[in-house]
């Protein structure tokens, strides 16, 4: 799987080869045909609430908005996943899962997403979660660790 890029967001450092071998590392655990293509789009919260208003009538924040194309899109694209990653951060550290973890788990949420599944009721997310955790194992480095694919301002790269 490809994943292009679009940093809206602009404060993050992205560590866009690492977060490519991520997302596709999640794409051959979903076998995925290698051609398939995925937008990711980083974003301020405040956009997605617009997107979240203008497409789904709701406006809240939110951490991820995901829209598959359908046969409407160039050929192999799966959609776009929209990622703000000031939300991110702020789940990331109420979850425990880190910066890194839960940028990873939400990706691996609006994949998900993008090939159909719903978490529009209790059992459906819970399903919907226990793939995210699945993606994110097929992440992980030889210690069981997560690649570091985003760092906030000022910070090291690192592993």
């Keep these: ?18 977060l490519r ?9 979903l076998a995925l ?19 979240g ?19 409407d899109g160039l050929p192999g694209l799966l959609g776009e996943i929209w990622i ?18 839960e940028l990873l788990f939400v990706l691996a949420h609006g994949l998900l ?5 719903d978490d529009d009721t209790p059992r459906r997310r819970a399903a919907m979660f226990q793939k995210q955790e699945k993606l994110l194992a097929a992440c992980r480095l030889g210690q069981g660790e997560l690649p570091k694919v985003i760092a906030r301002p000022g910070s090291r790269g690192g592993r």
């Design 1 to 18: 799987m490809q994943l292009l890029i679009d940093d809206r967001a602009g404060h993050f450092h992205i560590f866009a080869g690492r």
């Design 84 to 101: 703000a990653p000031d939300m991110v951060a702020r789940n990331g550290l109420a979850f425990g899962k880190g910066l890194n973890g």
């Design 53 to 71: 208003l203008r497409h789904f009538g709701r406006g809240a924040a939110t951490d991820v908005i995901a829209f598959p194309t359908g046969f």
């Design 33 to 51: 045909p290698p051609e398939t293509v995925v937008s990711l789009v980083l974003c301020p919260v405040r956009t997605l609430s617009r997107l």
């Design 113 to 117: 997403h993008l090939l159909g599944e």
């Design 21 to 29: 071998s991520a997302a596709g590392r999640m794409g051959r655990a």
